[in-house]
């Protein structure tokens, strides 16, 4: 079975200021983990995934996230926030075996960025 | 390219009314997925298809049936509508392999009330 905690249903930050979304996982064989973006009234985009190569991944719009086996963590952050950051932030694990690829979600971060 | 296209974006059913959501993929994927978001609880999977022909249930497949007769569409059928199945519905396709490492398209959702 695998699971997805993100800490924090709702974040805000300064413009300017350090973004960090917390993800912890649960998974019994190596996961996939990723982190989508959802802007209102649109579907999920991918901002990056983690596939057991690097542990630091980047992203799209300057986001980055780090792998931690020993935590369990896939912590989401961005230097620097932009208004244009302000959605809902999504962490999701694969660990499924061939023909059972699922995601399993966790209940978002809403981040919003204050002027 | 259009991606993943839901119809309708809207709609709103009586109790008891039955409805069809059409998810159509241009990308020639192998798996396409049903989820439903509800307030604070994130996307849980209704139903998936891992390729033409068959279908598999979610973590919350009761009150609706799916299927998958050709490669790009994927239905999902609510036979006697519920207002607890009042939500936003997103569809989703990925490539299939022997890793779970593919992300997953999404949709811009179906937002339906149930009076």
């Known amino acids: 079975a695998q699971s997805v905690t993100q800490l924090g249903s709702h974040v805000s930050v300064s413009e300017g200021a350090l973004v960090l979304l917390r993800c912890n996982y649960s998974s019994s064989v190596p996961p996939y983990l990723f982190w989508y973006v959802q802007y209102p009234n649109q579907g999920l985009q991918l901002l990056l995934k983690y596939t057991s190569a690097a542990t630091l991944v980047k992203g799209i719009n300057g986001f980055e996230a780090e792998f931690k086996k020993s935590e369990t963590s896939f912590h989401l952050t961005k230097p620097s926030a932009h208004m244009s950051d302000a959605a809902e932030y999504f962490c999701?694990?694969?660990?499924?075996?061939?023909?059972?690829?699922?995601?399993?979600f966790g209940t978002g971060t809403r981040l919003t960025i204050i002027p | 390219n259009a991606g993943v296209t839901q119809t309708p974006k809207f709609r709103v059913l009586k109790t008891g009314q039955s409805m069809t959501l059409l998810c159509a993929q241009d990308?020639?994927?192998?798996?396409m997925y049903w989820y439903r978001q509800d307030p604070g609880m994130g996307l849980r999977l209704i139903h998936y298809s891992v390729g033409e022909g068959t279908t598999a249930k979610g973590e919350v497949p009761d009150g609706y049936n799916v299927s998958r007769l050709k490669k790009q569409n994927f239905l999902l059928g609510l036979e006697s509508a519920a207002p607890s199945q009042t939500s936003v519905y997103f569809c989703?396709?990925?490539?299939?392999?022997?890793?779970?490492?593919?992300?997953?398209?999404f949709g811009d959702g179906t937002r339906l009330s149930i009076l």
């Open positions: 990308m020639n994927h192998e798996y």
């Open positions: 999701a694990v694969s660990a499924g075996d061939f023909g059972n690829e699922k995601l399993t």
């Open positions: 989703a396709s990925s490539y299939s392999g022997l890793d779970s490492n593919q992300p997953q398209h």
